[in-house]
């Protein structure tokens, strides 16, 4: 099955607790993107990765890092420094001829 | 400032009846314009990008450089269009990054 995988599903982050949103492609696809999804905000960018081991901020990178070791995956880290984790992440991947992102089912973290 | 204004959270219209979902942006250079849809419990994916100037499940879309407009439309709404839906926005020198509007819920009765 091709595409772009993100695991868990659901996570829940306890207070103080640093947690870590999978994100698989195997879509041979260069770059790659992370998303928030709040309701009535739409989505916004956290970080994005143009190609392996380089990876720039997007608008609220705050309290976010990731990591971009092979071309497959792009792991965010949800840190303690974010207050208001609670929310709907969205990876996806672009390949380079058109510029088009696909993206993942997402996962839903939830701060006990 | 907001890159990307799809002014109505929510749209409802009956089955057969048109449609049009609204979507303003701000750049001064040449963008690329996106309408991606999110029908429930599936995944965000591409409608219709402006440059390809095609026509995806009965929807167009013509970018209106002069209005700064990229509205979505479709002459008769069905009931399985009914999803969140979002317009984008690529700007030349972003590195192919993508400016979401806040979306729009679009419903339709039958």
């Known amino acids: 099955d091709g595409g772009i995988t993100q695991s868990p599903k659901y996570l829940f982050r306890k207070e103080g607790q640093n947690v870590t949103l999978s994100c698989e492609q195997n879509?041979?696809?260069?770059?790659m993107y992370w998303y928030r999804q709040d309701p009535g905000q739409g989505l916004r960018l956290i970080y994005y990765?143009?190609?392996?081991?380089?990876?720039q901020k997007g608008d609220i990178a705050e309290g976010y890092s990731v990591s971009r070791e092979k071309k497959e995956s792009f792991p965010l880290t949800v840190t303690s420094a974010q207050k208001n984790p609670t929310a709907f992440y969205l990876c996806?991947?672009?390949?380079?001829?058109?510029?088009?992102?696909?993206f993942g089912a997402g996962t839903r973290l939830s701060v006990l | 400032a907001q890159r990307v204004t799809q002014p109505e959270k929510l749209l409802s219209v009956f089955k057969g009846a048109p449609v049009e979902l609204k979507c303003n942006y701000s750049?001064?250079?040449?963008?690329?314009l996106f309408w991606y849809v999110q029908y429930s419990r599936q995944r965000l994916q591409l409608l219709l990008r402006?440059?390809s100037r095609e026509s995806i499940k009965g929807f167009t879309a013509d970018l209106n450089k002069g209005e700064t407009s990229f509205h979505l439309k479709k002459p008769f709404a069905q009931e399985e269009d009914s999803a969140m839906y979002y317009c984008a926005l690529s700007e030349e020198g972003s590195n192919y990054k993508l400016t979401f509007g806040k979306g729009t819920l679009l419903t339709v009765n039958p």
């Open positions: 402006h440059i």
């Open positions: 879509l041979n696809h260069d770059a």
């Open positions: 750049y001064s250079g040449s963008p690329e």
């Open positions: 990765s143009q190609i392996v081991n380089d990876f």
């Open positions: 996806a991947s672009r390949g380079a001829a058109k510029n088009i992102q696909y």
